[in-house]
């Protein structure tokens, strides 16, 4: 029997995870962490019986203990709940599903307390990559990946020698705006972006798909997860979402993974690797398909894959002032207060007027965090 914990269990990646528990019947589930769904959680809490569950204020963990006084468990409230929940004696696993730079600090004491990670928060690694990978080597542990694309990329490089990489090519669907200008995008509206063609994913996700900042964060993210330089990265736009990254090695051959867009199997993956297990769902029919297709990324347009770039290019904590400006970007443009191609914009004010730190540690990198949050706020005070 594995047993796992989870954080953002109430997330799309939390669910599904929980989904696959479901199906299989051979996961104990001891821990379980949300913001403040309270409704799912307590439903998830009587499904999985966890010993321990996780709200990130206290007064929602007054509620949750006060809904579950009939059960055997202990509710735990803000860091020090994800921390324990990260550390727990009984998982082997945890899936870090949660969402934003609020991951770190549980995800390295996980490693330090030696659980192998499926990491599905990449919010972890695009801030703290130079601080989470050494770690993770020093303490032998290993971290699977549940990004499509970089699970991809995992499974393309299994029994292969990492060191006889080329090229990693990691592909994008384009999202709900592909094809379009920047004319064309003048007024589009959040519920617009909010389409995305093959994916179902959170809210922001599918917004950071369709400004392509999402890929630039993949970038970032794969450079840590496979250690590779930013010239060995190489984003493909790839619309049927059927190839979901590729490996090209130093000889020419070129080893991809394919399948249906649907995120259980890089959890499923994460879960039982290396075992594969039966998944349900539809399986990719070639002849229904009939043709893969593959584009160039608009960067002109969509300059979100541009900034992250620039980003990784800079280094430092320059990749965190990118990631926490976009977290306010996306908000204000879902709650209508700027315009889609404004984000960007957004996010090149932050790093403008941000003085890059070398090496920063988990404190540095949080403080930059804050710096930007500050800053959108003071020029869009409706910013929450």
Do not use: C
């Not at 010993?51 to 009939?70: G, H, M, N």
């Not at 209508?336 to 932050?350: D, G």
Request: proline share 4%; charged share 25%.
């Amino acid at each position: 029997m594995k047993v796992i914990a989870v954080l953002g269990s109430t997330g799309s990646i939390g669910t599904q995870t929980l989904e696959i528990v479901r199906q299989n019947q051979d996961i104990q589930v001891v821990g379980l962490s949300a913001g403040g769904n309270l409704v799912l959680l307590e439903e998830q809490i009587r499904e999985f019986r966890p010993r321990l569950a996780s709200v990130w204020l206290e007064e929602d963990a007054i509620e949750l203990r006060q809904r579950t006084k009939d059960l055997n468990i202990e509710i735990l409230s803000g860091m020090d709940g994800l921390i324990e929940i990260a550390t727990m004696s009984e998982s082997s696993l945890l899936v870090t599903a949660i969402v934003g730079m609020i991951g770190i600090r549980p995800t390295i004491a996980a490693i330090e307390a030696g659980k192998t990670i499926a990491l599905a928060n990449k919010e972890t690694l695009v801030t703290a990559g130079h601080l989470i990978m050494p770690l993770a080597k020093e303490k032998n542990v290993k971290i699977y990946p549940v990004d499509s694309e970089h699970s991809a990329i995992f499974q393309s490089l299994n029994g292969e020698n990492p060191k006889e990489i080329e090229k990693i090519i990691i592909t994008a669907s384009g999202g709900p705006f592909r094809g379009k200008r920047k004319e064309e995008l003048l007024h589009v509206k959040a519920e617009d972006a909010l389409k995305h063609p093959n994916w179902s994913m959170g809210r922001k996700i599918t917004i950071d798909s369709a400004t392509l900042i999402n890929k630039g964060l993949e970038v970032i993210e794969a450079k840590w997860l496979f250690d590779v330089t930013l010239d060995q990265i190489e984003v493909v736009v790839q619309p049927q979402s059927i190839i979901h990254s590729m490996v090209q090695f130093v000889d020419g051959g070129i080893i991809a993974q394919l399948g249906t867009p649907d995120m259980k199997l890089p959890i499923q993956y994460a879960l039982y690797y290396p075992e594969r297990k039966h998944l349900g769902g539809k399986r990719v029919d070639f002849f229904e398909l009939s043709k893969i297709t593959f584009e160039k990324p608009d960067t002109h347009t969509f300059r979100g894959l541009e900034l992250a770039y620039r980003a990784i290019s800079e280094g430092g904590s320059m990749p965190t002032i990118l990631n926490a400006a976009n977290e306010r970007a996306v908000a204000l443009f879902l709650d209508n207060k700027i315009k889609f191609l404004e984000i960007a914009e957004v996010i090149e004010e932050a790093m403008d007027a941000h003085q890059r730190i070398e090496k920063p540690s988990v404190a540095q990198i949080l403080e930059a965090e804050q710096e930007a949050y500050e800053l959108i706020a003071s020029r869009y005070p409706s910013v929450v």
